[in-house]
């Protein structure tokens, strides 16, 4: 029986409404955001970093069919949510809140945290090497040991992860901000 930090139905709950919550943290953000020229210019970058580490998390996840410990995934578990924290760390400097902030670290401590263990149960059961895999690959914080990756990135599992989703989710939230920066003309 597996020991979960998280009740179980608890983690199932929140699996099940990680998208919808999506919804709600967008019109919070929308709600909450008092971007500047400065603080877009600042959050923008930190922001492309996370969606460049989820592009190429992305480029290597072959979902349930290979246990993957390729590109990112060579030094942290669990490059997509990285990815998505990195994403939401700029959108928080972009939008000017420590609302804003306080909202998307709390969301990922109550629902991504959870999500990652269940998920985790799940690959533990899939793939018999995990394992020794979770022994060697911290969860979350990444190590670098070497950067080069046995398999290349995918521009085929890229798409087919449909990560231009984030992409464009992306845009749209700073095509948002720069409008209520006032700057658009």
Known sequence: MPNYRFPKPYADAVARLRV?????????FAWLSRPSEDSLLRGIPISLLGLALRAWAAGHLAKNERLVDSGPYRHTRNPLYL???????????AAQSWWVGGIF???FVLVYLPVMELEE???????PAYNEYADSVPLLIPRFPGI???VEFSRALYLRNEEYQALAGFLLGVAYLWWRSGNAY
Do not use: D, K, N, Y
Request: net charge positive.
């Open 20 to 28: 919808p919550s999506g919804f709600l943290l967008l019109t919070a």
């Open 83 to 93: 990815g998505t924290l990195i994403t939401a760390m700029g959108l928080a400097v």
């Open 105 to 107: 670290a709390a969301v």
């Open 121 to 127: 149960q799940h690959l533990r059961a899939l793939f």
């Open 148 to 150: 080069a990756s046995a």
